[in-house]
């Protein structure tokens, strides 16, 4: 009798876990005309869907750089907006927080809104839709909130250095006319690129060209409690040609990952690993202990409870045991995969819209495989704009 | 016994699974809110609820202006966004503080102020055009040799100042938004107008 109601207990607890672990994310609700973009962005709309709020942010990025890609401004405008719009709430006790404050859960349960440099680049491409909107204004505000994020960074002589932003504030002032804000600008921007040329009051097109695949995310150190990274592919592309200008290396957008130094949530993370630590080791001190008091509880001349004793440390060395195996301390890994590892500007003049030729080279100079291109420069208020990507960021996005 | 326990198994069962899926249901609910107090969804950016107060603050301020208001003949006025700049860090659409400023202070000036229409100047030389041409009639209005020339225009600036402390996570954004009204003729600056207001926010330890 006694062994039908334990396993009757035990499958209504596999049950349990069964019926929780198999719950699926909640469906992301978004609107119906995502139905009709691209195919090649089918997938990414999909995944928005299937990737639930939790992951929104991330999705919604991947989506808007993956439109960009393709062109569509439409849907690179509304998939940064929503990604925006969730980067810019805030939201403090929610439930997904507190899970992911406790000991139980992995950081990643928590909605994903990234770390500085991925919140930065995600108003660096809204504002590159808005100049293509013409509206220098908004790009600017945008160009300003991303430098904002990076004023999360904790070491002090990383916080606020996001040269391309600052390039892009003092674009869109020249661009604006206002040449003084533009002046100071760039001038902050010299702090950081010496050598960068200021650009010419009669330019009046911007190219950019991104290379290289995203800073990688890894969990490591003590219970793979250490957030690391790793850089993105390069394909050895080390300098770039615009019309045979070379186009200079704003930003290194690994650098920017990297540089952050610790964060606050490190330190929760942290804490929860060295628990399990302690209670794995405190368990498996008890548990032998036990096993070793009940073995001489089992001898002839032992007390009776003596193995009584022994059972009870064993038992209470298990179950710290079992605590200590529940307690997740990984880090969030997740991470923006369509990202350029490096971003590189030219300014020149050009009277209309036109198509100039790009090339990507490596370090000696060669045009690497693949790497004799061309960009498109659209329109853009009273300028243009045109944007290039050696390796295509849809491929990492799949 | 084993008889009560075949009973309890499915049960239990399904009292399981029904706990764990009313976890968190999705039943997505939407709800007006008062579009002149904080939201649900909350930002330190520029909301709502900084629209409908600083347009009101702003519409009151200028009635009490007696160079506008106070005039034998009702000013005209051009009241868009083309002078008024965004220099700040939040996104703002420019339009929606202009047109709902002229649309206030039109309702609330009744007819004191004149607002002339400088967004829809294509509308009106088409009408003028067809007018002219014979091709509709004159209306009821009489009929002018020119489209109306303006008194005053809006012009002004909307800053900000950004602090962020990375250790705890705050932030905060101060807004200033400046409102002028400026002559036409001289240049002069008859009115002006400051909005101001800040907002701080702390984002969750998970995030920082």
Same mark, same amino acid.
């Given at each position: 009798?006694?062994?039908f109601?334990?396993?009757?207990?035990?499958?209504?607890?596999c049950?349990v876990?069964?019926?929780?672990?198999?719950?699926?994310?909640?469906?992301?609700?978004?609107?119906p005309?995502?139905d009709?973009?691209?195919p090649?962005l089918?997938?990414?709309?999909?995944?928005v869907r299937?990737?639930g709020?939790?992951?929104?942010?991330l999705?919604?990025?991947?989506a808007?750089?993956?439109a960009?890609?393709?062109?569509?401004?439409?849907?690179?405008r509304?998939?940064?907006?929503?990604?925006l719009?969730r980067i810019?709430s805030v939201?403090?006790?929610?439930?997904?927080a507190?899970?992911?404050r406790?000991?139980?859960?992995a950081?990643?349960?928590k909605?994903?809104?990234?770390?500085?440099y991925?919140?930065?680049?995600?108003?660096?491409y809204?504002?590159l839709?808005?100049m293509?909107?013409g509206d220098?204004?908004?790009?600017?505000?945008?160009?300003?909130?991303?430098l904002?994020q990076d004023?999360?960074a904790?070491?002090?002589?990383?916080?606020?250095?996001?040269?391309?932003h600052?390039?892009m504030?003092?674009?869109?002032?020249?661009?604006?006319?206002?040449?003084?804000?533009?002046d100071?600008?760039?001038?902050?921007?010299?702090?950081?690129?010496?050598?960068?040329a200021?650009?010419?009051r009669?330019d009046?097109?911007?190219v950019?060209?991104?290379?290289?695949g995203?800073p990688q995310?890894?969990? !490591?150190? $003590?219970e793979?409690s250490?957030?690391?990274?790793?850089?993105? +592919?390069t394909?050895g592309?080390? =300098?770039? %040609?615009? /019309?045979?200008l070379?186009?200079?290396?704003?930003?290194?957008?690994?650098?920017?990952a990297?540089?952050?130094?610790g964060r606050?949530?490190?330190?929760?993370v942290?804490?929860?690993?060295?628990?399990?630590?302690?209670?794995?080791?405190v368990?498996?001190?008890?548990?032998q202990?036990g096993?070793?008091?009940?073995?001489s509880?089992?001898?002839k001349?032992?007390?009776?409870?003596?193995k009584?004793?022994g !059972?009870? $440390?064993?038992?209470?060395?298990?179950?710290?045991?079992?605590? +200590?195996?529940n307690?997740?301390? =990984?880090v %969030?890994? /997740?991470?923006?995969?369509?990202?350029?590892n490096?971003?590189?500007?030219?300014?020149?003049?050009?009277p209309?819209?036109?198509?100039?030729p790009?090339?990507?080279?490596d370090?000696s100079?060669?045009v690497v495989?693949?790497?004799a291109?061309?960009?498109r420069?659209l329109?853009a208020g009273?300028g243009?704009?045109?944007?290039?990507?050696?390796?295509?960021?849809?491929?990492?996005?799949q | 016994?084993?008889m009560?326990?075949?009973?309890?198994l499915?049960?239990?069962?399904?009292?399981?699974?029904?706990?764990c899926?009313?976890?968190k249901?999705?039943t997505p609910?939407?709800?007006?809110?008062?579009?002149?107090e904080?939201?649900?969804v909350?930002?330190?950016?520029?909301?709502?609820?900084?629209?409908?107060?600083?347009?009101?603050?702003?519409?009151?301020?200028?009635?009490?202006n007696p160079v506008?208001?106070d005039?034998?003949?009702?000013?005209?006025?051009?009241?868009?966004?083309?002078?008024?700049?965004n220099?700040?860090s939040s996104?703002?659409?420019?339009?929606m503080?202009?047109?709902?400023?002229r649309?206030?202070?039109?309702?609330a000036?009744?007819?004191?102020?004149?607002f002339?229409a400088?967004?829809?100047?294509?509308?009106?030389?088409?009408e003028?055009a067809?007018k002219?041409?014979?091709e509709v009639?004159?209306?009821?209005?009489?009929?002018?040799?020119?489209k109306?020339?303006?008194d005053?225009?809006?012009?002004?600036?909307?800053s900000?100042?950004?602090a962020?402390?990375p250790?705890?996570?705050?932030?905060?954004?101060?807004h200033?938004?400046l409102?002028?009204?400026?002559?036409l003729?001289?240049?002069l600056?008859p009115?002006s107008g400051?909005y101001?207001?800040?907002?701080?926010a702390?984002h969750?330890?998970?995030?920082?």
């Open positions: 009798m006694m062994s109601i334990s396993r009757t207990v035990a499958a209504c607890l049950l876990l069964l019926g929780c672990v198999a719950g699926q994310p909640e469906r992301l609700a978004i609107d005309r995502y009709s973009v691209a090649a089918q997938v990414y709309m999909e995944r299937t990737g709020e939790r992951n929104a942010v999705n919604w990025e991947e808007g750089l993956a960009l890609e393709l062109g569509d401004t439409d849907t690179a509304s998939a940064f907006d929503e990604a719009l810019e939201f403090s006790d929610t439930e997904a507190a899970k992911a406790s000991v139980w859960y950081e990643s349960i909605d994903f809104k990234g770390e500085p991925e919140r930065a680049m995600a108003f660096f809204r504002g839709v808005d293509w909107d220098y204004e908004n790009a600017r505000a945008m160009f300003k909130s991303g904002q004023a999360f904790e070491e002090q002589q990383n916080r606020s250095d996001f040269a391309l600052m390039f504030i003092g674009w869109c002032c020249q661009m604006l006319g206002d040449y003084t804000a533009a100071e600008a760039y001038g902050q921007l010299r702090e950081f690129r010496p050598d960068f200021t650009p010419s009669d009046n097109a911007l950019i060209l991104e290379t290289g995203a995310k890894y969990a !490591a150190g $003590l793979m250490e957030l690391r990274f790793r850089r993105g +592919a394909q592309v080390s =300098r770039v %040609d615009v /019309r045979g070379p186009a200079y290396p704003m930003e290194d957008i690994y650098w920017q990297s540089t952050r130094g606050e949530v490190d330190r929760i942290r804490g929860k690993a060295e628990f399990k630590v302690v209670q794995e080791s368990g498996k001190v008890m548990t202990a096993t070793a008091v009940m073995a509880g089992m001898r001349d032992a007390r009776k409870e003596t009584y004793v !059972a009870a $440390l064993t038992l209470i060395g298990i179950s710290q045991m079992v605590m +200590a195996a307690v997740d301390a =990984r %969030d890994a /997740r991470f923006w995969r369509n990202l350029p490096r971003i590189h500007v030219v300014t020149t003049h050009v209309c819209a036109a198509t100039l790009v090339v990507f080279r370090g100079g060669s495989q693949g790497g291109t061309t960009v420069l329109p009273n243009f704009l045109g944007r290039a990507t050696f390796l295509s960021s849809l491929l990492y996005g | 016994m084993r009560i326990f075949k009973m309890l499915p049960v239990l069962a399904a009292v399981s699974l029904l706990g899926a009313s976890g249901g999705y609910s939407v709800q007006y809110e008062d579009t002149a904080q939201g649900k909350q930002g330190i950016g520029f909301e709502s609820q900084d629209l409908v107060r600083m347009t009101k603050a702003m519409v009151a301020d200028m009635l009490a506008l208001m005039s034998p003949r009702p000013p005209r006025v051009v009241m868009d966004s083309e002078y008024f700049y220099e700040s996104r703002i659409d420019k339009r503080i202009t047109d709902r400023l649309a206030e202070l039109n309702k000036a009744a007819g004191r102020i004149m002339v400088r967004n829809y100047g294509d509308m009106v030389d088409s003028r067809s002219r041409a014979g009639d004159t209306g009821t209005l009489p009929m002018t040799r020119t109306a020339g303006a005053y225009r809006l012009g002004g600036r909307i900000t100042i950004d962020i402390a250790k705890s996570g705050a932030q905060s954004r101060y200033q938004i409102f002028e009204m400026v002559d003729e001289t240049g600056i009115w400051l101001d207001f800040k907002k701080s702390q969750d330890v998970i995030y920082q």
